[in-house]
């Protein structure tokens, strides 16, 4: 890995962590079963689970659509570069892992503004010997800054798939559309978008409970009916790509998600809810689930 971002000054990353309030892509670690969190982050994901016993399933089954994304713009479009915003944590499966075990000479940015993202990236986000994976420490918020740091590695006169993967229902209108806009306008033929976003045409009654624990801890939670999710498709002239944007665990699904060993029932019965988590497959979805679009697009 490269990168100005990577340069700096570990004592001043951790100076910027806040441990008392929650963060999306801490909150999102809870849900994926990681260690890279902090109590405050712990208690907004049980909150949320409580709201929506099987809320995990909308994070485990987006995490899901990226691997499933990556694989076929890989494999079957050709797709060798990736400006993932919002990155969060780093997990299994993390976009270059998935990118270069099928074509080790893929580039793949990431982009987060956590600290704690950023400490964990430098140590655990790096490439293979053919191909290049850096970090950015920016906000989505100023596109400019990524789409310059980005071109240091990516090469924008060839095609970049633009993953911006439960990241969007963070950020107003007024803000979400036009950053969108200015991203892709940057991005030559051939680009693709990734994208997934939380909803409340799908089972409302859940997923407003959700956002309530939310909104109260002082996140923005925009939820977007699949018309609005589709503006971001539409309104910068991209195709949408076959099934267009559906429930985020019918984009070519194949039930391929890893099923976790399980313990023994006295142990599993000892655990709270969120360490249960740790142990539920994600195969037995169903409609009432999820609250999740996706979809990907191509730039004409």
Same mark, same amino acid.
């Given at each position: 890995?490269?990168? =100005?971002?990577?340069?700096? =000054?570990?004592? #001043?990353?951790?100076?910027?962590?806040?441990?008392?309030?929650?963060?999306?892509?801490?909150?999102? =670690?809870?849900?994926? @079963?990681?260690?890279?969190?902090?109590?405050?982050?712990?208690? *907004?994901?049980?909150?949320?689970?409580?709201?929506?016993?099987?809320?995990?399933?909308?994070?485990?089954?987006?995490?899901?659509?990226?691997?499933?994304?990556?694989?076929r713009l890989v494999g079957?479009?050709?797709?060798?570069?990736?400006?993932?915003?919002?990155?969060?944590?780093?997990? *299994?499966?993390?976009?270059?892992?998935? !990118?270069?075990?099928?074509?080790?000479?893929?580039?793949?940015?990431?982009?987060?503004?956590?600290?704690?993202?950023?400490?964990?990236?430098? *140590?655990?986000?790096? &490439?293979?010997?053919?191909?290049?994976?850096?970090?950015?420490?920016?906000?989505?918020?100023?596109?400019? #800054?990524?789409?310059?740091?980005?071109?240091?590695?990516?090469?924008?006169?060839?095609?970049?798939?633009? @993953?911006?993967?439960?990241?969007?229902?963070?950020?107003?209108?007024?803000?979400?559309?036009?950053i969108v806009r200015e991203?892709?306008?940057?991005?030559? &033929?051939? &680009?693709?978008?990734?994208?997934?976003?939380?909803?409340?045409?799908?089972?409302?009654?859940?997923?407003?409970?959700?956002?309530?624990?939310?909104?109260?801890?002082?996140?923005?939670?925009?939820?977007? &009916?699949?018309? #609005?999710? #589709?503006?971001?498709?539409?309104?910068?002239g991209l195709e949408q790509?076959?099934?267009?944007?559906?429930?985020?665990?019918?984009?070519? *699904?194949?039930?391929?998600?890893?099923?976790?060993?399980?313990?023994? !029932?006295?142990?599993?019965?000892?655990? =709270?809810?969120?360490?249960?988590?740790?142990?539920?497959?994600?195969?037995?979805?169903?409609? !009432?689930?999820?609250?999740?679009?996706?979809?990907?697009?191509?730039?004409?």
């Open positions: 890995m490269s990168g =100005d971002a990577l340069s700096q =000054d570990p004592a #001043e990353s951790r100076r910027r962590i806040d441990n008392t309030r929650a963060h999306p892509a801490r909150v999102y =670690d809870v849900f994926l @079963c990681g260690k890279d969190h902090y109590p405050v982050d712990r208690a *907004a994901a049980a909150a949320a689970l409580a709201a929506n016993p099987r809320g995990y399933l909308d994070v485990r089954h987006n995490r899901d659509f990226l691997r499933r994304a990556v694989t079957g479009d050709g797709i060798r570069q990736f400006l993932d915003i919002g990155s969060g944590l780093p997990t *299994a499966q993390n976009v270059h892992q998935i !990118a270069q075990r099928i074509s080790p000479d893929s580039r793949v940015v990431y982009v987060d503004n956590d600290p704690v993202v950023l400490a964990h990236a430098r *140590a655990l986000l790096t &490439s293979g010997p053919e191909g290049r994976t850096d970090y950015i420490d920016a906000d989505f918020m100023n596109p400019a #800054e990524i789409l310059e740091q980005a071109a240091k590695t990516l090469d924008f006169d060839r095609p970049v798939a633009l @993953c911006l993967v439960a990241i969007l229902h963070f950020v107003e209108d007024e803000q979400a559309y036009p991203l892709l306008d940057a991005l030559p &033929s051939g &680009s693709r978008l990734v994208l997934s976003h939380l909803t409340e045409d799908l089972n409302p009654e859940n997923v407003r409970a959700v956002q309530r624990t939310y909104t109260e801890r002082g996140f923005t939670f925009v939820l977007r &009916s699949r018309a #609005e999710v #589709e503006r971001f498709f539409t309104e910068n790509a076959d099934p267009g944007v559906v429930p985020v665990h019918h984009w070519h *699904a194949d039930n391929a998600a890893p099923v976790p060993e399980q313990p023994e !029932a006295a142990y599993l019965e000892s655990l =709270d809810d969120i360490e249960k988590v740790r142990y539920a497959g994600i195969n037995d979805v169903t409609d !009432a689930d999820i609250n999740v679009y996706a979809g990907v697009g191509v730039k004409a």
